[in-house]
């Protein structure tokens, strides 16, 4: 993929702000915004990667994946680029991880409208160090990424949600790898994916129900809480806790957070490394993103 | 100042875990690679804040310091230059807290990675990734090298395992990257340390993942009379939907060499033999397994032996695992190389690698994590002979390129160090570099944590630190 306009929109100088499709925040008003190129560039299945630029609909990656029978850990909706700047998993991370282990290389247009390499083709690098998880969740402050190498994942050979009133500890504790446990303080669904005489044998251990799917997940606030705290949250309001990882999809916005000021500081280095004159997503502070 | 730097050391260690004298310094002037370096003394701290102590007498007299774990890095990330600190964490052993619901686990750096599996086995739990040298590198080894191992096929390498980490940062002050929660705000400063070679600070405590014993396993044994027909099964197993737990192939060197070592009734007649296991639920696991043979079948597979109990299965696995061992029944020295190639490339790179070696009248031998890529030629030599290291460097310059021509990268798992500096460019651009540089100076812009390795002809932090963001304009 050329990126070589891109970055040339990008330019050098004038504030400039990343415009996906809008779905997890959209660019900062009266900046100038840019958008990254789009489109699959090659899928190779027997490899499980897949290039892409960041301006690719998520909808469209996954139809090219799904002719493979192939998928990625990223949540649906909006544009690749969007997704990984705001580095948020789906409600089947405890399955599949999170957002950021599923990039393999990254190029993007730094502040003076290079083009950069990080990371590499292969699913398997330590060579140097890892600049796509530092850009994965950077709400494009550090640079605007333009295509990306991705790991694919084989789709589940079948899947089934079920419900239970089981503890969810005892849920996480006995089951095999559940692809996603969802708990609103009294009831749990349950997600397994395998072959079917595994998922219903597992179902049948702990007495699961099949059929109804996730509820709604509250839209109030996004809360990031230590798994092992998940019980606190019981009186708090309604909410869906995802099991074994931590999210919890809350009606109430979510509490503030202490800052460390080492923390606040390695974030104001790293911002000055990497663009200078403040030019990328001006205004926008990943410390408190929303 | 030695005199005066050994004084403030042991004023905030003690007597006994400093080590100023020539024995040590011999001793820890190298790690598992055949680099060497130099350091000016040896400090053995117990505990966070002692790290931090020290961190700020090397800072206090301006030099530089390495971390070291078990030593058992080979690509020289560990060596000290000119006369650095070591700060070996081999005294941190502990592991601080477990929680078993949510499988995770606080421990300090010096754990040793099959320890940690061994102690929280009852816990029906282990630590995933599984090095060859699992039996005495250390967590903090691998969270520096970002370590992978035959399982990390499926279950991904070090990074996906580490949920936080306590370090030192290198101006001595202490803070803890990522955190229990899953989305910790700002950057994924955990994500950047793992693997950074020790050059962005000390990690004094790892927060890691625990991962799920399998309730079923099945280990199987093909082998070909064509390397390209093993490579070929490799890349249709994937391609067919199934990421196997590991993938390994061995050549029939290795397998020769190995056989001859362990007597496992292993094929050495044949070209190349695949070990590959699947695990997971019953029903599943048969699916796989029938799968496999057929797709191996079509590959023109000469047999399969599939483990029939748990001592076979082991058995097996000793014979890839004691492959480095049974190595100086050929010659006395080795050198082993890490690279990784896309899958598609593995039967032209080995044809490759095989050419290299005959031209530089070598010997090789591969044995290696297949179903990622991550090839590891073994180069066998006697070092008595003049100018063979020659050689034997050549060579492995020269596999490096086929490989990163091939598409791959310089380093699938043992890391770049000094060993790899240099390839840098490679595969990253000096504008790829300097982005590398420019994160490495936000942590360590005094660059005393780990200085030399990674990045090649280090540019000075110096030159951008001038720049500033205008106030208001981010934070």
Known sequence: MDLSEFAEEIGSDDPVTIAGLGTRGGPVDDVRPVMAPGGVEWFRPDEMIVCCGAGTPLDELEDALAIHRQTVAIPPFGTVGGALAVGRSGIRRLGYGPVRDTVLQVRYVDASGRIVKAGGPTVKNVSGFDLCRLLVGSHGTLGFVGDVILRTRPMGRFEQWFTTTTDPDVLLRQLYRPTSILWDGERSWVLLEGHPDDVRAQAAALGLVAGDLPPALPKGGRWSVDPAQLRSLVGTGRFVAEIGVGIVHHEQPAPARPRDPAIVELHRRIKARFDPTGRLNPGVDVLAAP | MTDRLVTDLVDVLDRRRVHAGGSHRALYRRDASNMEGSTSVVCLPETTDEVAACVRVANRHGVAFVARGSGTGLAGGAVPLDDSIVISLTRMTGVVSVDEINRRAWVQPGVLNLDLSNQLEHLGVHFAPDPSSQQTCSIGGNVANNSGGPHCLAEGVTNSHVLALKVVLPDGTVTVLGGDDP?????????????????????????????????????????????????????????????????????????????????????????????????????????????????????????????????????????????????????????????????????????????????????????????????????????????????????????????????????????????????????????????????????????????????????????????????????
């Not at chain 2, 050495?268 to 191996?296: F, H, K, M």
């Not at chain 2, 020295?333 to 593995?346: A, E, I, K, M, W």
């Open chain 2, 183 to 475: 989305e910790p705000d700002g950057y994924d400063l955990r994500g950047v340390f793992v693997g950074s070679e020790g050059m962005l600070g000390i990690a004094t405590e790892v927060c890691v993942k625990l991962t799920q014993n399998y309730p079923a396993v099945r280990t199987m044994l093909m082998d070909f009379a064509a390397v390209a027909d093993g490579a070929a099964t490799v890349s249709s197993i994937i391609a067919d939907g199934m990421v196997p737990a590991a993938i390994e192939m061995m050549d029939q060197l290795c397998l020769q060499a190995v056989e001859a070592y362990i007597h496992a009734g292993l094929p050495v007649d044949s070209a190349a033999a695949l070990l590959v296991e699947v695990v997971g639920l019953p029903n599943d696991l048969e699916a796989q397994v029938e799968r496999i043979v057929e797709i191996a079948g079509m590959h023109r597979v000469s047999s399969i032996r599939i483990a029939q109990d748990e001592a076979e299965r082991a058995l097996l696995w000793k014979g890839r695992k004691s492959a480095f061992g049974a190595i100086a029944n050929i010659q006395p020295d080795y050198y082993l190389h890490d690279t990784v190639v896309p899958r598609s490339q593995l039967p032209v790179v080995l044809e490759q690698i095989y050419e290299i070696a005959r031209r530089h009248d070598l010997q090789v031998l591969n044995v290696f994590h297949a179903g990622d890529g991550n090839l590891h030629p073994l180069l066998v030599y006697d070092a008595r002979v003049p100018g063979t290291i020659d050689r034997v460097h050549e060579a492995g310059r020269e596999i490096v390129q086929a490989s990163v021509d091939a598409g791959g990268v310089l380093t699938g798992e043992h890391g770049i160090g000094l060993e790899k500096r240099d390839y840098m460019g490679l595969m990253f651009s000096d504008v790829d570099l300097a982005a590398q540089n420019a994160l490495r100076c936000a942590f360590d812009p005094e660059m005393r944590s780990n200085p030399g390795k990674v990045l090649p002809n280090p540019a000075t932090c110096a030159e951008i630190n001038a720049v500033r963001v205008p106030e208001g304009a981010w934070i």
